[in-house]
Nanobody, 126 residues
Framework: VQLQACGGGLVQTGSSLRLSCEAS????????MGWFRQAPGKEREFVSA????????YSADSVKGRFTISRDNAKNTVNLQMNSLKPEDTAVYYC????????????????????WGQGTLVTVSS
């Protein structure tokens, strides 16, 4: 199984970026896919996740209203539309996936995810 993330880059404050993560090797139609991020010198933190069946989402308070997660089951892909970016959003963004269902309150737990992508760097300049 591979998770291939792309879409990162260097942008200015207030700009937008769209990250995409494509899974290959298996489908996650009954599972959950999501995004975590790790800023320099900080711990990895949850960003947003989505149930591939049904589309229920859960996002960190820090990104609510600015980031939107979506999925395309036909392409086995999850996307993260990031608007109104701030310098504190600067981080390496990692795509994650798990096979089985997950209660919404557990979707922010990194240990619940079985597969991880290589990360894509997002840098927001002030």
């Amino acid at each position: 199984v591979q998770l291939q993330a792309c879409g990162g880059g260097l942008v200015q404050t207030g700009s937008s970026l769209r990250l995409s993560c494509e899974a290959s090797g298996r489908t996650f139609r009954e599972g959950v896919m999501g995004w975590f991020r790790q800023a320099p010198g900080k711990e990895r933190e949850f960003v947003s996740a989505i149930r591939m069946r049904g589309g229920d989402t859960y996002s960190a308070d820090s990104v609510k209203g600015r980031f939107t997660i979506s999925r395309d089951n036909a392409k086995n892909t999850v996307n993260l539309q990031m608007n109104s970016l701030k310098p504190e959003d600067t981080a390496v963004y990692y795509c994650a996936a798990r096979n089985g269902r997950l209660i919404i309150s557990a979707m922010d737990r990194a240990e619940e995810y079985e597969y991880w992508g290589q990360g894509t760097l997002v840098t927001v300049s002030s």
